[in-house]
């Protein structure tokens, strides 16, 4: 069958923007691109932190960035130098806007407006439906993520949280920290911690977050933020400039990379989140850089992973820590950040660090419960294997 496109990409969000992006400035801009998305974005939706060394693909956009974090526990309170990182922030706004006009000058990148309704293998290439109207491509990137179906085998999670982006009237936020985590408030059978990103001295993203198994209703939200402003903050007065909410999945279940032989899966639905935190902005750029890569080197887009991802693994432990109340979270994150150079903890968030170095972590984490959880994860693991049906095995990143 003859292509129309050799790429088509369904989903527009971060990780849709960032393919493209990453495949032009890999020289593959002779390259037919279809750019598919329900609709153009007009909201100011997300707001993504990470951590880098040094500048990453997006730092024109990069709103604020930080060399010093606050992280709160229950009892002790540090302000962590973190360089050679440097913890950033980039608004949904900035990003959409910046990739749109980059897209416009692209004569190689069509964009389409439309509910994507099928993606089917058709003999060499694979068709995209939409709205009624079929798109043929070589390669199809799917970044619209459909939740999974649970299984008993495995945690399902959900990293949730709603933002005020405040104004106050005396100048209470230190522009030169943003607060990584604060756990000073009410714990209840799950995580909650509040991060705090501030713009300036009266300004800052304030942003009330669980980890837990459901989402709550969203005066639960707002009570906590209102709460955490005036008893921690110590403000009384100030405005709401702007909301944000989000849900992000925390799961160890495998997410399908292939799901047929011309279609790849990137950005949240291909597994690019981490299962344990929730971050998902970086990822998306290594997966970007490296299936840009392996296109242009090899044709085809699925490099290389390692058979076992041991990183992934400690995921799914910490999770199962979580979700059987083996440790509390609010204590583990403590323990985390009071026993490790924050650069260390940074690392294996990343995913990055050696053998030895996760040992050195885990040892000053609640050894007993960890042993446990890992023991516990082996046999539902088995269980999942023993009992799986379905022929594709599904692979995390
Ligand atoms: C509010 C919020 C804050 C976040 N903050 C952070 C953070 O600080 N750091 C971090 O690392 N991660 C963060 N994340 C997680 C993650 O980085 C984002 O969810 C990120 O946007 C995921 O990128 P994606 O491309 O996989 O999904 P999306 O960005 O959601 O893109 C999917 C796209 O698919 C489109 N789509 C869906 N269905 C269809 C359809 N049927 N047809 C056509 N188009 C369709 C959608 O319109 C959307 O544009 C945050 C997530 C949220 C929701």
């Not at 962590?80 to 000058?105: C, L, N, Q, S, V």
């Not at 009570?223 to 849900?247: K, M, N, P």
Request: aromatic residues 12%; glycine residues 8%; proline residues 5%.
């Amino acid at each position: 069958m003859q292509s129309q496109f050799d790429y088509i990409i369904t989903g527009a969000g971060a990780a849709g923007r960032s393919l493209v992006y990453h495949l032009g400035q890999a020289g593959l801009n002779h390259q037919r691109i279809l750019l598919i998305d329900e609709a153009p974005k007009r909201q100011n939706d997300r707001t993504w932190c990470f951590w880098e060394v040094g500048s990453g693909p997006f730092e024109a956009v990069v709103a604020r960035s930080w060399d010093q974090l606050w992280f709160h526990g229950a009892e002790h309170s540090r302000r962590i130098a973190i360089e050679p990182y440097r913890y950033k922030m980039i608004e949904g706004g900035d990003f959409y806007r910046f990739t749109e006009e980059w897209i416009a000058a692209q004569p190689n990148i069509t964009r389409h407006y439309g509910r994507v309704e099928r993606i089917e293998e058709r003999g060499e290439g694979v068709a995209v439906l939409v709205d009624n109207e079929e798109y043929y491509g070589r390669w199809v990137f799917n970044s619209i993520y459909k939740p999974q179906q649970r299984h008993p085998s495995y945690v399902h999670w959900l990293q949730h949280f709603k933002g005020w982006v405040i104004k106050s009237r005396e100048p209470r936020f230190d522009p030169e920290a943003a607060t990584f985590m604060d756990f000073r408030i009410a714990q209840g059978n799950d995580v909650r911690f509040v991060y705090v990103l501030p713009y300036g001295a009266h300004t800052a993203l304030v942003e009330y977050t669980f980890f837990s198994p459901a989402l709550v209703a969203h005066e639960i939200y707002d009570a906590g933020l209102r709460s955490y402003i005036t008893s921690h903050l110590g403000i009384d007065s100030y405005s709401i400039e702007h909301v944000e909410f989000g849900v992000i999945p925390m799961t160890d279940m495998p997410f399908v990379r292939q799901p047929s032989p011309h279609v790849m899966n990137i950005g949240t639905a291909g597994g690019m989140t981490k299962a344990s935190t929730g971050y998902t902005f970086q990822r998306i750029q290594q997966q970007s850089a490296r299936i840009a890569t392996s296109l242009r080197t090899t044709g085809q887009p699925f490099y290389r992973k390692p058979l076992m991802n041991r990183h992934s693994l400690m995921d799914g432990v910490l999770l199962n820590v979580l979700d059987t109340g083996r440790e509390r979270g609010h204590i583990f994150f403590d323990k985390l950040f009071r026993r490790n150079p924050p650069q260390r903890v940074l690392r294996f968030l990343d995913e990055e660090t050696s053998l030895v170095e996760d040992i050195a972590l885990m040892m000053t984490a609640n050894t007993p419960a960890f042993v446990a959880a890992s023991l516990d994860l082996g046999t539902r693991r088995t269980w999942a294997a023993l009992t799986a049906t379905n022929a594709a095995a599904p692979e995390r990143e």
